[in-house]
Every structure is written in C-alpha cells, then in structure tokens.
C-alpha cells in the first residue's frame, strides 16, 4: 500500500508578476550587485604603482565585462539552469542529478566527492561575503571625510553583528523591502555609471574583446593577477543557479539579461570613465562616482544592499547545511522553521554562529576590504569549477550531447574557470588560505560523517536479525502481546532494531501493534511519494517515510496519517523506542583514530533524533547499544 504525491516546484508554473521580479531581483542578485563596490578598484590595484594607462583601465574593464557574458550570461543563465533537479538547483543537487548518470560506484563516489568539495567550497564564500561586503559599503564614510576613518571597523561589526543576531526571527518581514531596496540600488548603479559614461564615451571602446585579449598579451603571466580580482565581479552567479528552486528559471534569466547585466555594466563602465579622466578616482571609485551631495545617502543605501546580499548567503547556508545533513554529509542539526507557509524559510543556530565568528574573525584580521579582497575568490572560482565538471557529465550522458558540442560549449568554460581558480591559487600566501582552510575542514568533516556512516550501518547489519527470520520465528515465541502502540525507529528496514531486541529481553513483552519506521532521505528536493506501509505480521507493519533534500521529517504528524491505510494511530497511545549508540573501537578499526575521534565528537554533538524527527520527548523510551567501528 502506498500514496503518491507527486511534487512540482510551486515555481514551474508561477507567472511573471511585478512583485515576484521584485523577489528576484532582491534575494537572487544581492550579491553580484554589491561587486561594483570593490571589484574594478582591486582589479586595478596591482598595476596602480607606476600610475595606471588607459590600455590597463580599458583592458581590465573588458575583463570584467566579457567575464559577466561568458561566466554568468552563457554559463548559468543559459546553460547550467538547464540541469535542474525537479526545478531545485545548486551544487547539491547538481550533484544528486549527475550521480544518477554516473557510471559504476567509482564514478558515483567521485561525482560525489566533487559534489561534496563545492558544497564545502560555499562554506567558505559564506564566512567572507558578508565581511568584504559590509565593510567596503561602509568604507564610502572615508570618502565623505576622512575623519570617519576609525569608525569603520565598529559600524561595520555593528551591522553583521544586529544582522546575524535577528536570524532566529526569520527572514519573511525584512524580505518584503528586499525587492524595492535592491531596485533602487541598481537603478542609483545605473544612473552614476552612465552620468559619468556621458562625459568620456571613450570608456565603451572597452565593450570590445580586443582589449581583454591585449592586456593579456601584453602582461602575460601576470594577467593572471588580474583574473585573480576580476573573478570579484562575477561573485554570486552561483546564487543564480542555486535560487532557481524558488523562483523558477524563467524569472531569474529574465531579470539578470533586462535589469542586473545592464546596471553592472553601466556602472563599471562609469567607474572606468571616472578613472581615465582622473587617475586619482582610484582611491574609491564607486563613491566617487557620485555627487558630494549624495554619498553619505549612498553610503546608507550601498549598506542596506550589503546586509541584503549578506542575508541572501546566509540564508544559502542554512540551505545547503540541511541539504548536507538530509543527504547524510553532517550529522542532524538544530532546524527552526521561521515561517508556517514557508518550507525554505529555516533558521539553523550552530550555522549561524558559526558563520558570525567566522565574520567577525575576518573583519578584525583583515581590517578592510582591499585585504579581504586576497582572500575572497578562491572559495567561488574552485565551486566554478566544480559546477562546470557536474554539467558537462550531465549535458553528455542525459542531455545526450556529442563529444563535438561538449567540447566546443563545455570545455572552453571549463578553461574559463580553471584560469579563474589558477589565478587565485597565487593570492593564497595573502589570505586566500583562508577560504581554502575552511572548505577543506567542512571537506573532512562531511567525507568522515559519510565514511563513519557506512561502516555504522555495516556493523548494524553484520550484527542485527534479519526481519523476516524474526517475523517467521514469532508465533512459537509464545511472546505476550500488551495493549498499546510501540515506534521503532530504525535506519535498516531489513533488519531487526535493537531497540526491540533489548525491550524482549528485558521486558519480555511486545506491544499489540508495532511500527517499524524507517526514514529515507531522497536526491530529489520534493519526495514523490511519502508513505509506503506494509502489512509483515498481525498487528505490525513497516512504514517507510521518504523526504526530498529540502524538506523537514515529522514522524508524530505523518504516523497520524496512516488511518487511511486502516491503520488506528493514537498519539497518546504511542511510545517510541530508539537506539542510542555508543562508538568504541574494533579490534581491527576501518578508520584512522584521528577520524574515528573527530566521527565520535561530531555523533555526540549531533541534534537528539527526538528532536530532529519532532518525537514527543515525554513518549520515548532509549535504550543504549555498543557499536563497534
């Protein structure tokens, strides 16, 4: 017996409203809309010592526009938002759709692997994009006088610190001003870019590829220091692609090719305008930009912006966490939905704070945004790379494109990318470890919880009764039925849970109707079907419960739906058992004890089950088991 629901993506078929374009527009694009703060300026720092050439300002410039066509424009707009998993994207469900055309379990292991690196790669970018953001906004105060100077450093912790402070409230309320706030920036992005584009249209010459390709010859090897601080302009094209479950396609490449391409180009160009008629202008040439009338209200609305595209990330992360922990690379965390409509709108406090010490750490280390500059791309160009090998697996095998158009579309994106990283690689001794340090932590705690999993489930399996051979021995057993509804939680529905077991024997009693639960976490973010129950023996039954990678299991609420399959489920008459194991060593251990440490700390600090599956604590019974690993 089972019940199917089928799940469409409430963005498939939602049309093209104002308020929804507004949504997109402030949720989606915060990020790349607030790099025309710092990326020209950093681009061009590294050649500002012997004072900057026309060629240099108009190669860069090129640069950074043909990166935002080809990085954000062909590649996710037009191509990765192909690849979607049932309307959801992101790496983790590029990942989860590229293991299904994988060939053989090593190729799935290492689709997963490169699935599992981007995920931790985002980590990273998370932990500096409201840094380098907020700072850079709040940095317009030097311009204005440089007696603001000092206060850089405390408004800039003020604001990150009342943001991630606020996030237990849930993001429905400050959304609704996301939209009209975002607009306003990238019309104010607009209007100063163009203002300035007026008075030296020499600037558009730099719309032609010839001088990208110039600048190149003419330094290089170290164009590639370049590409290094360009790659800031095309920061949060990942958003494009991993927002795309919440608002559709359609809308997301409608509102980057009519409003986002055309205010960032504008304004670049109009910070690369300022430049060549004065070369001074580089000491900030956003803020510049703009009249002395309107920079402190600037300061405010690029501030505003930043905390925008700061949430968006934030919000990202609660995201891609619960991903991880539904597909089993984290153990269970603390999930608080802040909305009763809203299934994506979480709140997860160990991401949160972990994500504020991160921040502040950085703010207080790098002091301003030119520094965090060094560190920030090496996080975003290696998910890049990772999202580029996932799509080019999935265009060839489910697409069914040809070697020919793979290598024609695909590979030269690639290279793209791996210039992008490569280019990074060189900022490493001045900071760029740093996102390369927290990717690779988040890499070995995901790889170790998956690792110290499987052989859990292995010894689980070595050592626990099959089903079936208890079920055909229970009739002889002579076992006393007592009234009641007893909830066996387990994660091998094959298998006998010791939690029965240990309730024989000590009990010696089985209740009159048994449940043996099992949770399935599925690759698809919407499970097709929720309930599958099977009738094994009088009174018991086995019901598997499945749920897509964005969704929240409810035991209590999905067992009182079984009375449809005839099933009476009395929550008041219900007692749930659950194993609680204990990790020691094996005599022959099939992990490090370096891992199996760090597996044992990550088990002991995971969310309790009671909570995660939001089991009555009051209605539980746990008894303890030795695992050995």
């Excluded at 989606?28 to 025309?36: E, H, N």
């Amino acid at each position: 017996m089972a019940v199917s629901k089928e799940s469409t993506p409430p963005s498939a078929s939602r049309p093209l409203t104002p308020a929804l374009l507004l949504g997109v527009l402030g949720v989606v694009y915060g990020d790349i809309g607030t790099s025309p703060l710092y990326a020209l300026r950093a681009s061009l720092l590294h050649f500002a010592a012997d004072g900057l050439e026309r060629w240099e300002i108009l190669g860069v410039l090129s640069l950074i526009f043909w990166s935002l066509v080809l990085v954000v424009t062909v590649k996710y707009v037009l191509l990765v938002m192909r690849a979607d998993n049932r309307g959801e994207g992101g790496i983790l469900a590029l990942m989860a759709l590229a293991q299904r055309v994988g060939r053989g379990e090593r190729g799935r292991q290492l689709i997963m692997l490169v699935g599992i690196a981007g995920a931790a790669l985002f980590f990273g970018d998370g932990t500096i994009t409201p840094a380098i953001s907020v700072l850079s906004a709040v940095e317009g105060l030097k311009v204005i006088s440089p007696a603001f100077s000092d206060l850089v450093i405390p408004i800039s912790l003020g604001v990150l610190l009342a943001l991630f402070l606020v996030q237990y409230k849930g993001t429905h309320s400050i959304g609704r001003v996301f939209g009209p706030v975002t607009a306003l920036w990238f019309l104010s992005l607009a209007i100063l870019g163009l203002v300035e584009i007026v008075r030296e249209p020499v600037v558009l010459l730099a719309l032609s590829p010839h001088y990208a390709i110039e600048f190149c010859i003419r330094y290089h090897l170290a164009a590639f220091v370049a590409l290094g601080s360009v790659v800031l302009a095309v920061t949060g094209a990942e958003a494009l692609y991993a927002d795309m479950g919440h608002f559709g396609r359609r809308p997301i490449q409608l509102v980057w090719l009519v409003a986002v391409l055309p205010a960032l180009t504008l304004n670049y160009f109009g910070q690369g305008a300022l430049l060549l008629a004065d070369r001074a202008a580089l000491e900030n040439p956003f803020y510049l930009l703009a009249p002395h009338w309107f920079r402190l209200p600037l300061v405010v609305l690029a501030t505003c912006a930043t905390i925008i595209a700061s949430q968006a990330m934030i919000s990202g992360a609660f995201s891609i966490a619960r991903q991880c922990v539904q597909l089993g690379f984290l153990p269970r965390l603390v999930v608080c939905h802040t909305s009763e409509t809203e299934e994506g709108q979480i709140y997860m406090p160990q991401i949160n704070f972990a994500l504020l010490a991160g921040v502040i750490i950085l703010v207080l280390a790098f002091q301003d945004s030119d520094s965090l500059a060094a560190a920030y791309g090496l996080a975003v160009t290696g998910t890049f790379l990772c999202t580029s090998t996932l799509a080019g697996l999935i265009f060839r095998r489910q697409f069914g494109w040809s070697r020919p158009a793979v290598a024609a579309v695909v590979v030269p994106l690639f290279l793209l990318d791996a210039a992008f990283f490569i280019s990074n690689v060189l900022k490493v001794p001045d900071g760029g470890w740093v996102p390369l340090l927290l990717g690779s932590v988040m890499f070995v705690l995901m790889l170790t919880w998956r690792r110290g999993r499987e052989l859990l489930f292995a010894r689980f399996r070595q050592d626990s009764l099959p089903l079936k051979s208890f079920l055909a021995r229970l009739p002889q057993s002579r076992t006393i039925r007592v009234p009641g509804i007893a909830v066996f939680m387990t994660g091998q529905a094959d298998y006998v849970p010791n939690a029965l077991l240990h309730n024989l024997k000590h009990n010696k009693v089985l209740h009159e109707r048994v449940l043996f639960v099992t949770v399935e976490n599925t690759d698809v973010p919407l499970a097709p079907q929720r309930r599958e129950v099977t009738e094994l023996a009088p009174g018991i039954h086995r019901v598997m419960l499945r749920y897509g990678f964005q969704e929240s299991p409810n035991i209590p609420r999905e067992l009182e739906a079984l009375r449809e399959y005839g099933i009476e489920f009395e929550p008041m008459q219900a007692s749930y058992f659950l194993g609680r194991e204990t990790l020691v060593a094996a005599a022959a251990p099939k992990m490090a004890t370096w891992r199996q440490w760090l597996f044992s700390v990550m088990s002991r600090n995971a969310m309790p089950a009671t909570e995660f599956f939001r089991i009555p604590s009051d209605r539980v019974v746990e008894l303890g088991v030795r695992v050995a690993i």
